[in-house]
């Protein structure tokens, strides 16, 4: 079994929003990335079959890491379930002064004294608030 995570746009509750197939957010501001956490199993015609992952333990927490080439760079943000409804969707904060820059996103799932971690499947796509003096674009 592996695990994943999809990241979620338009969020407004636990049973509406959609899925991004890129994560597009502007630096220099403060962001919000929410994410679903999923199992994935191979189906019969090759395809990933997704299933809903709802951790088990009875102390959960979610840590997300923003990679970048510069490992003195490297964000990390531990997540919250805006939603106890549905505890495999996540949130955290991009703020302001991240040095977020290119799209790679790992996570880590604690489960009591287990770790898991997720492969993200979707892109993050920084945009500048200032894109005249942008050196990454």
Known sequence: MRYIAKILEN???VNEFGVA???HFQTGNSNTVYLQLFTAKMGCDGQDVLTRY???????????KFD?????AVVCRVASNPFSADTSIW???IMPTDTV????MTVKLFEDSKETNFKVSTDLVPESTNPENDWFI
């Open 54 to 64: 709802v951790p088990q333990g009875t102390s959960n927490y979610v840590q997300i």
């Open 91 to 93: 949130k955290a904060d």
């Open 68 to 72: 970048n080439l510069d490992d003195d």
């Open 101 to 104: 820059i290119f799209g790679s």
């Open 21 to 23: 197939e890129e994560f």
């Open 11 to 13: 969020v407004n509750n």
